[in-house]
Nanobody, 116 residues
Framework: QVQLVESGGGTMTAGGSLRLSCAAS????????MGWYRQAPGKERELVAR???????TYADSVKGRFTISRNSAQNKVFLQMNSLNAEDTATYYC??????????WGQGTLVTVST
């Protein structure tokens, strides 16, 4: 069974940085894409950043220039470096893997709180 486990969330003051990590276990198929989504209270889940098999990346406009997604394909890990955090970044962050064939796997989420 494929499982994703996020870590690195917590509370940070505005302007600070956090680094999220996501480790996968039980992967038996190639991974087409790895990504991070977030959901703030009362809002829909939104894509934050994604990195695909050819290493191209996509970012939400709200995080461009502040967040960087990276991966360690050999270890099935994906990371999100978050700099210059602001209150609007407060949310639960979810790791997402898309496997070849289209199956998606989600982590349980890690809470990021930015205090002002």
């Amino acid at each position: 069974q494929v499982q994703l486990v996020e870590s690195g969330g917590g509370t940070m003051t505005a302007g600070g940085s956090l680094r999220l990590s996501c480790a996968a276990s039980g992967i038996k198929y190639a991974i087409a894409a790895m990504g991070w989504y977030r959901q703030a209270p009362g809002k829909e889940r939104e894509l934050v950043a994604r990195i695909v098999i050819d290493k191209s990346t996509t970012y939400a406009d709200s995080v461009k220039g502040r967040f960087t997604i990276s991966r360690n394909s050999a270890q099935n890990k994906v990371f999100l470096q978050m700099n210059s955090l602001n209150a609007e970044d407060t949310a639960t962050y979810y790791c997402n893997f898309v496997l070849w064939g289209g199956r998606e796997v989600w982590g349980q989420g890690t809470l990021v709180t930015v205090s002002t």
